[in-house]
């Protein structure tokens, strides 16, 4: 079993802007689907990877975070296409600016959260 340590301060700031980050986004690809007259179905497809997240953080597992990622880089090909595709879009951009700050925010707390668990085993 794994042991567990609390986080720090910084690790406790990474860790509530990505839940902050993570809300947003997952708003604005609602209101993106929505803004073209999406059904429920697609709002949900959409927002399906999103919610892998909401598994990795519950077990703070930093190997579920890295993957995480991984399927934030998806989104975020679509963010630029989006950007793009419909310039001057607000709703685009600030989906653009939400995925670069969630994957910079978990980057960051699996590098530090790491460094905590490891000087704590």
Do not use: H
């Not at 190997?63 to 399927?71: A, H």
């Not at 595709?85 to 995925?99: E, H, K, W």
């Not at 960051?108 to 085993?121: H, K, N, T, V």
Request: net charge positive; with cysteine.
């Amino acid at each position: 079993m794994r042991a567990t340590c609390p986080r720090g301060g910084l690790t406790s700031s990474l860790w509530i802007a990505m839940w902050m980050t993570w809300i947003a986004l997952l708003l604005q690809q609602a209101a993106d689907v929505e803004r073209f007259s999406g059904t429920w179905a697609l709002t949900g497809l959409r927002c399906a990877p999103l919610i892998f997240y909401v598994w990795a953080a519950m077990k703070d597992g930093l190997r579920l975070f890295i993957w995480y990622e991984l399927i934030l880089l998806f989104y975020f090909i679509s963010c630029v296409e989006a950007v793009f595709a419909y310039r001057g879009d607000t709703l685009s951009i600030v989906g653009l600016t939400l995925v670069v700050i969630q994957f910079n925010c978990c980057m960051l707390y699996i590098r530090y959260r790491g460094r905590e668990l490891r000087d704590a085993g």
